[in-house]
């Protein structure tokens, strides 16, 4: 009994309780020590990752230039083969760039593909040569091989038409290698934009789940797989992350990369859940697919609407009337 009465004393409570308090807040502050020193190795270890990551592709490309350097051919890397010294010539003799080149022409020959100077080089000179190339055949064929009775004049004015349409043909040919090249990255990116989600849930970082994305999604879209190898490399050897996310965007000229690019942008600047962010726009990709899927099967009916009058009635009707037109003729 005096134990119990000691323990039910107003004392014993109170220093009970003082008790627990001192170690409640000696136990609070500890794990806020504990867990600022985990994050501070976690840092590192992301830190040391990336520097790793970054000598592992320096390495990988030194060896591949070293490879196609000892083997006699030219060094081509993802900008693509290096021009002819023809080309850079013309276009410096003629001073083609401040002719042709404007503040979308580089993002325009990205969006097809085609990066680097050497690229730029080679579509001035298709830009110069195709229309004098056009003209002059075009000259031959009307003035020399078939005149057909035509005034000179004419045929020149034709000439000279021709060679109009030839300096829009490069145009029209880049524009075409851009759609079907966005329509590759469109179709495969909500894929890929899950499999990015899935690696970065799993405990990835954004570097490995796009390298690993890169690799998988290669069979469904080759220009996919090499924005993303792109976009992994610059994340190694960019200080800037945001420029990496922003060149993605940029170089595919979609809006819903760029949505996403910026998503990432803001969640690595504010410090919010990389994974949150791209399970709503993951969602939303997929959302927007489906709604384009659907927009295609209503458009589908006003579609069929000719063929089915030029081609399914006739032979509708052929197939009604025929044994009465038979039966009518033998009578």
């Given at each position: 009994?005096?134990?119990?009465?000691?323990?039910?004393?107003?004392?014993?409570?109170?220093?009970?309780?003082?008790?627990?308090?001192?170690?409640?807040?000696?136990?609070?502050?500890?794990?806020?020590l504990a867990e600022r020193a985990e994050r501070k190795d976690?840092?590192?270890?992301?830190?040391l990752e990336r520097e790793q990551m970054r000598a592992r592709?320096?390495?990988?490309?030194?060896?591949?230039?070293?490879?196609?350097?000892?083997?006699?051919?030219?060094?081509?890397?993802?900008?693509?083969?290096?021009?002819?010294?023809?080309?850079?010539?013309?276009?410096?003799?003629?001073?083609?760039?401040?002719?042709?080149?404007?503040?979308?022409?580089?993002?325009?020959?990205?969006?097809?593909?085609?990066?680097?100077?050497?690229?730029?080089?080679?579509?001035?000179?298709?830009?110069?040569?195709?229309?004098?190339?056009?003209?002059?055949?075009?000259?031959?064929?009307?003035?020399?091989?078939?005149?057909?009775?035509?005034?000179?004049?004419?045929?020149?004015?034709?000439?000279?038409?021709?060679?109009?349409?030839?300096?829009?043909?490069?145009?029209?040919?880049?524009?075409?290698?851009?759609?079907?090249?966005?329509?590759?990255?469109?179709?495969?990116?909500?894929?890929?934009?899950?499999?990015?989600?899935?690696?970065?849930?799993?405990?990835?970082?954004?570097?490995?789940?796009?390298?690993?994305?890169?690799?998988?999604?290669?069979?469904?879209?080759?220009?996919?797989?090499?924005?993303?190898?792109?976009?992994?490399?610059?994340?190694?050897?960019?200080?800037?992350?945001?420029?990496?996310f922003e060149n993605l965007g940029r170089r595919t000229g979609?809006?819903?990369?760029?949505?996403?690019?910026?998503?990432?942008?803001?969640?690595?600047?504010?410090?919010?859940?990389?994974?949150?962010?791209?399970?709503?726009?993951?969602?939303?990709?997929?959302?927007?697919?489906?709604?384009?899927?659907?927009?295609?099967?209503?458009?589908?009916?006003?579609?069929?609407?000719?063929?089915?009058?030029?081609?399914?009635?006739?032979?509708?009707?052929?197939?009604?009337?025929?044994?009465?037109?038979?039966?009518?003729?033998?009578?």
């Amino acid at each position: 009994m005096p134990i119990l009465d000691q323990i039910a004393s107003s004392d014993f409570l109170i220093a009970a309780f003082a008790a627990i308090s001192a170690a409640a807040i000696v136990f609070t502050f500890g794990a806020q020590l504990a867990e600022r020193a985990e994050r501070k190795d976690r840092i590192k270890k992301v830190a040391l990752e990336r520097e790793q990551m970054r000598a592992r592709e320096m390495s990988r490309l030194r060896s591949q230039a070293n490879a196609k350097a000892e083997g006699g051919g030219p060094v081509r890397g993802i900008r693509g083969a290096e021009t002819k010294s023809y080309m850079r010539d013309i276009v410096d003799r003629f001073s083609l760039q401040k002719a042709f080149v404007d503040e979308s022409t580089v993002d325009k020959l990205a969006q097809a593909g085609q990066r680097g100077q050497a690229a730029l080089t080679r579509h001035l000179f298709i830009r110069f040569v195709t229309p004098l190339v056009l003209f002059a055949i075009a000259a031959v064929y009307l003035l020399i091989l078939a005149p057909g009775g035509r005034p000179l004049y004419l045929n020149v004015t034709y000439s000279v038409g021709v060679g109009l349409l030839g300096a829009y043909l490069p145009i029209l040919l880049l524009k075409n290698q851009t759609q079907k090249r966005q329509q590759s990255i469109k179709r495969a990116w909500p894929d890929a934009l899950d499999l990015v989600l899935l690696c970065v849930e799993s405990g990835m970082s954004i570097e490995h789940a796009l390298k690993r994305v890169s690799k998988e999604i290669g069979l469904q879209s080759p220009e996919l797989a090499e924005e993303m190898a792109l976009t992994t490399a610059e994340l190694s050897f960019l200080e800037d992350r945001t420029r990496a996310f922003e060149n993605l965007g940029r170089r595919t000229g979609l809006d819903p990369v760029r949505s996403v690019m910026t998503a990432l942008i803001q969640a690595d600047r504010y410090g919010t859940s990389i994974g949150q962010a791209l399970r709503v726009m993951a969602e939303e990709s997929r959302e927007a697919r489906m709604m384009e899927a659907e927009k295609k099967a209503a458009a589908l009916p006003p579609k069929m609407t000719v063929p089915l009058i030029l081609f399914f009635l006739p032979v509708l009707f052929i197939i009604i009337m025929a044994p009465a037109i038979i039966t009518a003729l033998t009578m």
